[in-house]
């Protein structure tokens, strides 16, 4: 059952973390099109920001590669 709560909480984290604020895009998203875009003028603050509303997804990622590794043991 621990598998299936840590999902739960990826989930969770992704959708409130790692996307606030929502309006007028997620935080997250614009930290990311600034990235790609270059990175032109982003400072050390811009970046561990990315990382905190990064972080979900990584760790949902993480969850997702465990299960799949566990099942294809």
């Given at each position: 059952?621990?598998?299936?709560?840590?999902?739960?909480?990826?989930?969770?984290l992704?959708?409130?973390?790692?996307?606030?604020p929502?309006?007028?895009?997620?935080?997250?998203w614009?930290?990311?099109?600034?990235?790609f875009?270059?990175?032109h003028g982003?400072?050390?603050k811009?970046?561990?920001?990315?990382?905190m509303?990064?972080?979900?997804?990584?760790?949902?990622?993480w969850i997702i590669?465990?299960?799949?590794?566990k099942?294809?043991?």
């Open positions: 059952m621990k598998p299936l709560k840590d999902l739960r909480i990826a989930i969770l992704c959708l409130t973390l790692g996307l606030a929502f309006y007028p895009e997620p935080h997250v614009g930290k990311l099109k600034w990235v875009g270059g990175a982003m400072e050390i811009d970046w561990f920001d990315l990382l509303h990064g972080f979900p997804f990584l760790f949902l990622l590669a465990l299960k799949l590794l099942e294809a043991s």
